[in-house]
């Protein structure tokens, strides 16, 4: 008798990642550092240099998301009113993990039928403090203590191995966030010069450098 | 399954809708609301159901907020009440998720008015047995209060009661309703609460007041905050008993 073989296939075309959308995400003592690079291209040309793809959910909680533009504001504006909605009926807050497994729950179920192209770095302060997790465009989830999307972390997860501990004062994360970002710039063949970087505390979100046109 | 399509509201001989009439019953029966509206300031009071020793106060709410900048208070069937508060909030979110801008408290007065005027006119179901106060301040910084009744109709006031007793309430507010009086958030506030107390037993404990300033988020007064006002209240009554002997 002959032995089904199932095989899985996925379209290498629809693969359509963005080349230089970097983010970065680091946890310390009691912050979230999301950090997205503010350029969009389209193949050669840069179109805007920036772009704020941090997108502020509610006073606790924000995504930095990587992918073809669409997409990703399509499906943060569809998270964000989401969340709202949820916080609105529940008369309280959502904790970080419920609102990146809901995340990713709506990431999966599109996953097979009309995929989102978007990575994204979730941060967010609640009553466990702060908190980091990655979710992939596949809809894989991770919470890590610091995490990268794109291209971004062929480079930086070795240097945060290094540099990152556990912990960390507000201005020790910067720190490590500014060596990231310079290695970004000496290292990487694309232009990542321009940043939106986010500070998320327990007194909310604060944009610490770049523009903001993602409340 | 035979599908529920027989009509329920139907006309009378001389022209009424009787189930929406009884509804309207149904509203004089539940727990008074008051809303009052000033220039930077929109007040929201309603009477405090005396809870069961056992039972958790919080968690018999009648004022809701149904997006960050609009907040409703509501008399009648508080289930009915829960039914299309939901309905309301998801269309906050659809309509600033498609047009990407917060909705107008008119827009989402004529929406749930749109709901209950629905209910009214379709097969298989009840009109709701609630009148609604809805508050909020317009994108452009006007302030509005809106009513809602069975029926599926909306108007704006100044100032407006249901519920229970509401006409002794509404007519408290005609005789003292002023543009000044309400142009402080104190003014407004106390406005709510007098008008209030000539229905309600005086004391926070029956009494629940919502505060929705310009530009910041709702504030529902604590315990001890209201009975502060209430108490200046009645020392003002009394002073002016006094004075009047």
Redesign the interface.
Known sequence: FVRQQYSFTRKKSNHKQTMSDNLIGIVGQDYVILAADSAQARSIVLMKEDEDKIKVIDDHKAMAMSGPSGDRENFG??IE??I??YE??Q?GSLSTKAAAYYTRGELATALRSSPYQVNILFGGFDQHGPSLYFIDYLAAIQKLPFGCQGYAGYFLLSVLDRHYKENMTLEEGLQVLQICIDQLKTRFVLNTKDWVIKIITKDGIRLHQGSNSNE | MARYDRAITVFSPDGHLFQVEYALEAVRKGTTAVGVRGTDTIVLGVEKKSTAKLQDPRTVRKILKLDKHIVMAFAGLTADARVLVNKARIECQSYSLTLDDPVSVEYITRYIAGVQQKYTQSGGVRPFGISTLIIGFDPDGTPRLYQTDPSGTFSAWKANATGKNSKTVREFLEKNYTTEGVSTSAGAVKLAIKSLMEVVESGSKNIEIAVLKKGEDLKILEEDEVDVIVKEIEAEIKAAKEESE
Do not use: P
């Open positions: 504006e569809f009113k989401n709202v909605l609105l009926r008369g």
